[in-house]
């Protein structure tokens, strides 16, 4: 029986990143860029203001005050997305919106409130000339050209994952699509006699497939595309025919059947159709987990996991195994969930040997963390999961964690209460 880094190390070794492709930006959120972005222009592109005020020469406001007010000849207004068309000369000024281009001359914005354009306007309802109440410092307000972003300059580099920043940052610069590394197609398929596929009629006997869902919804939230395949029976004919449809995956994942009983057929399928790397781990829940490849056409090898039947068996294994497949399958660094330290309010038993990953609510008070089980711990109580802000580690080698002892917790949700600072 393998170790869990043991198995994950033979897993990981049969995937690589995947080719790229070119997506629409907004499509692109949350893929990895394939290749360095090079800006082809400076951001701002020019100097610009930074305020609605008047765009001045500062030499000639260095003395203005509200007792001596400094008076200017308004030579014109910029607006953003115009050009100044008159250069700001020796005592005059030009009526500037944010974001506007500094016209030449100027070197300083004074804002509107920082002058005497209300009651101007008020007494005379034009403005020809303006008077600047308060000094600025040389160059206050004025956003020089190229302050973010230099022409050449590599904006963001080849493994950034895209958020919501990146693509502002890329529709700043023009791109309207961008080199990813493509997201891994997930065929997934159910086994079992007992199954029936949610919105059917079930009868006396007959459970409802949830593995097919939670692992597709686990597949689509780390980044992965994934294919549901329906429920095989427990027989190599309809196995085989389930698999066929999955075979142009990136990755096939089969829920139960790798155990040792009569009906699980899985591990037959991989010594008739592939090969088989283990299809034993120590680790509770998910001891039973099959690894391996399945030939496909044209001499094509699809990678496939079976994870175990039980609810929270196949999520937990999920977690463990699958998840860092996919993604570096999508060309991401770091492959491991973020972890904490917490103190534990709930004791944690191992009673043969091998990795306990329970399930935890996750709260704070002060600076520690605290986490507590989320009721039952059976592989067959899904809500365990469903409650559950991550996975408390007990080692192989520690025969139980008592409340008060501290454990890493593998995290995948954070309650709102909770603020979110990771070790």
């Known amino acids: 029986m393998l170790s869990v880094e043991e198995a994950l190390e033979r897993v990981l070794s ?48 260095e003395a203005a005050s509200e007792g001596s007010p400094v008076e200017l000849e308004v030579i014109g207004q910029v607006a953003a997305g115009q050009l100044p068309r008159r250069r700001v000369r020796k005592g005059t000024a030009v009526r500037i919106m944010t974001g506007a281009p500094i016209p030449s001359g100027a070197d300083t914005v004074v804002p509107f409130e920082d002058t005497d354009e209300v009651p101007r306007k008020a007494r005379l309802g034009s403005i020809n000339q303006i008077g600047i109440l308060r000094v600025a410092h040389k160059g206050a307000n004025v956003r020089p050209a190229a302050e973010d972003i230099r022409r050449g300059q590599v904006v963001l580099q080849k493994g950034t994952v895209l958020g919501a920043a990146h693509i502002g940052v890329l529709a700043s610069l023009g791109f309207a699509s961008v080199p990813v590394i493509r997201r891994p197609v997930v065929a997934i398929l159910a086994t079992g006699n007992e199954l029936v596929r949610p919105g059917r009629v079930s ?30 029976k427990d027989n190599l004919p309809d196995m085989f025919r389930k698999i066929e449809k999955g075979l142009s ?38 001891k039973p987990l099959a690894f391996g490849a399945i030939n ?8 496939h996991i079976g994870l175990p039947g039980n609810p ?76 559950a802000d991550g996975l408390a580690v007990c080692p192989e080698d ?22 979110q600072h990771l070790s």
């Open 14 to 61: 049969y995937f690589h990143p995947l080719d790229q492709e070119e997506k629409p930006l907004l499509q692109a959120l949350g893929q990895t860029l394939a290749r360095d972005i090079v800006s082809p222009l400076d951001i701002p592109p020019l100097d610009n203001s930074a305020m609605d005020g008047y765009a001045v020469r500062w030499e000639d406001i």
């Open 203 to 232: 009868r006396a006997g007959k459970i409802y497939d949830s593995n097919s869902f939670s692992v597709a919804a686990a597949v689509q939230r780390c980044g992965g595309i994934p294919h549901l395949l329906g429920i095989a």
């Open 249 to 286: 995956a990136d990755l096939l994942v089969t829920s139960a059947g790798v155990s040792k009983g009569d009906y699980d057929v899985v591990k037959d399928v991989l010594v008739q159709r592939g090969e088989i790397s283990f299809w034993s781990v120590r680790m509770r829940p998910a």
């Open 296 to 303: 496909g056409p044209h001499g094509r090898s699809v990678p």
């Open 312 to 387: 929270v068996s196949a999520l937990v294994a999920f977690e463990v195994f699958c998840r860092p497949a996919i993604l570096k399958m999508l060309g991401r660094a770091r492959l491991e969930r973020p972890s904490i330290e917490a103190v534990l309010e709930s004791s944690i038993r191992n009673t043969d040997g091998r990795r306990v990953y329970a399930r935890v609510a996750v709260s704070r008070r002060g600076s520690t963390y605290y986490a507590r089980l989320t009721g039952p711990q059976g592989s067959h109580i899904l809500t365990s999961m469903a409650l």
């Open 398 to 419: 520690v025969f139980s964690l008592e409340p008060g002892q501290r454990a890493k917790v593998l995290m995948f949700e954070w309650p709102e209460e909770m603020p």
